[in-house]
């Protein structure tokens, strides 16, 4: 494969220090999503300070269901780079472009199918709780940012034009997402187009291999019914959340919010494993995968300890910023829920970075298994826990999970034969 064309910006995580590689990769998505969780975080700044707690905490009141079927097609997504990513990984140029190939009609055919069904299904759901992948995959994360930077800064433009002077409401703030996305989007895609010819099909590669696209659509609907099931999870948990009233909920987004934030460095580093570990994957060299997990859990490690220190201190002015109000429950309940969660990052962290290297070797049953295991904790907690202890039940509920679901995921990972096995870098 000629890859000359793709020196400039894409990462080589097939050679060279290994944490290097996969840090200068992570770097971009970090960034990006910060970004991206910067004008989200925005919607929430912008409707509570114009519209108040009321419309802050219908908006929280419906987040899990936006990350239900948003996260249902970014699993898929991210399946079908994670092929294209091995394929890249074998030096196979030929099977790479096929695969491209069959991303597009997968990622088409979904895409209208998850319209059909959020259409069809969104208003019995709400009633019911009582309320840029193929860059990546070839090494490139730095142009995917430069797009949502530029979106990021669009989306906070249009959400203050349409909530203070078009007088639009809500519906103005998720109007503003929508474009600022479709823009994102449109810009990535004739990137591609000009710069990366190595990810162009041609007609012929658009001809159906069975094998082929049995793995892509395996691997991806496996991670969207993976993300599916956790974010269903969310969604049963956001309906016991729902119960314990609108400040509890307002001060609960907010610390979501913030939330958000501290996971990217987790997430993010989560993207650069799976990138890596399928690249490698495909280049047959387990040695280098297990190195590389190593380095990941320590990274894991250093950035909790420093989250924990920072959330220690500042959650009560991040809070009372994040959510313009001055509500002592408010403030309170979103403070206590970031100092108790801190901790456990550690946790999470290895559970992403785990259940990524799952999902970059190829495993798709056993990732889906983790998120079946939080679903059922979520359920118990609505069920017993949390009308019994409210609101700290809610806060303890996920770190609890996450320490299960972290044991399974070493144990399967560490004991799966392609990474015990002897081949060395």
Known sequence: MDQTK?????????????FKGIVLFAIPILISSIFQQFYNTMDTFIV????????????????????LINGF?????????IVTARAYGSQDERL????????????????????????????????????????????????PLVFLIFSSLLNIGL??????QFHMGVAGAAIATVIAQGISVILCFF??????PILIPNRNDFVFDKELYKDLAGQGYAMAMQSAIVNSGSVILQSGINGLGQYVIAGHTAARKLYMFCNMPFTSMGQGIATFISQNKGANN??????GMLDAYIYDFIVAVILTVLLLFAAPAMVRFISSSNNPIVVGNGSLYLRIVAPNYFILGILMQTRSALQGIGQKLLPLVSSVIEFIGKVIFVIIFIPQFKYMAVIFCEPSIWLIMTAYLLFVFWRDPFIKSGKKA
Request: aromatic share 4%; net charge positive.
């Open 73 to 81: 097609a970014l699993g898929i997504g991210n399946g079908l780079a």
């Open 286 to 291: 387990p040695s280098r995968i297990r190195r």
């Open 191 to 196: 990137y591609i187009i000009k710069s990366t």
């Open 48 to 67: 509570g300070k114009f519209l108040g707690d009321h419309s802050l905490a219908a908006i929280g009141s419906v987040n899990s269901v936006f990350d």
């Open 96 to 143: 790479l472009k096929k695969s491209v190939a069959g991303a597009i009609v997968i990622g088409i055919l979904s895409s209208v199918g998850i319209t059909v069904i959020a259409l069809l299904g969104i208003k019995p759901l709400m009633h019911a709780i009582n309320v840029a992948g193929l860059l990546r995959s070839i090494g490139n994360s730095f142009m």
């Open 159 to 164: 959400d203050i034009l349409f909530i203070t």
């Open 6 to 18: 793709m020196k400039n910006r894409a990462i080589d995580m097939l050679h060279g220090p290994i």
